[in-house]
């Protein structure tokens, strides 16, 4: 079973799955869907759509130099079968899978790493410009004009009707 890759995002196609254009000089295209298929055709670079690997990969959101990548990548040498090579080889992929998502997760979040001082620093800054909205508490508690007045509800609890039959 053969696993493609879509020209346009950069997602697997699996068999059955979707579009195959051949140009007229016989290049072959898969798309993964429709919407691949149409931005295809309206032209579009995948580096500058935003949902694309490409995109991800050219602005830092994905990682981009990576050995564990070198094992997904494709390979048209046929090999004789061993049992032995393709034991140790489903090993493997468990092994580089684990390493490859703990890569992931450090990438993230050394990228996230700077966005709680940043969200901080702009926090503040909204304070500090909209501060002459914002009251103390020790004003409040002197202005009483200041605050929403407290209304005491009472509620009662019906009681049950006893003694009386159930009329149907």
């Known amino acids: 079973m053969r696993l493609e890759k879509c020209w346009f995002c950069s997602s697997t ?7 195959q254009f ?10 993964c869907r429709s919407k691949c298929h149409k ?7 995948p580096r ?7 995109y991800r990969r050219l602005n830092g959101k994905d990682m981009t130099q990576d050995s564990t990548f070198e094992f997904e990548r494709k390979r048209n040498r046929p090999e004789r079968y061993d049992r ?3 034991e140790n080889t489903l090993k493997a992929i468990k092994k580089i899978d684990k390493i490859r998502v703990a ?13 709680r001082s940043k969200e901080r620093k702009e926090a503040a ?4 410009q909209g501060i002459h909205m914002v009251k103390a508490p020790s004003v409040l508690a002197q202005d009483q ?8 509800v009472r509620v009662s609890q019906p009681q049950a009707e006893k003694n009386q039959p159930m009329e149907e």
Request: charged share 35%.
């Open 13 to 19: 196609v699996y068999p059955g799955h979707g579009i």
């Open 22 to 31: 051949v140009r007229n000089d016989a290049k072959v295209f898969r798309f």
């Open 39 to 45: 931005n295809f055709k309206m032209k579009r670079n």
């Open 48 to 54: 500058k759509v935003k949902w694309t690997k490409a």
């Open 84 to 86: 032995n090579l393709a």
């Open 103 to 115: 890569r992931e997760e450090r990438h993230h979040s050394e990228r996230m790493s700077g966005k």
């Open 125 to 128: 800054v909204e304070l500090e």
């Open 145 to 152: 004009s200041l605050t929403l007045p407290k209304i005491q």
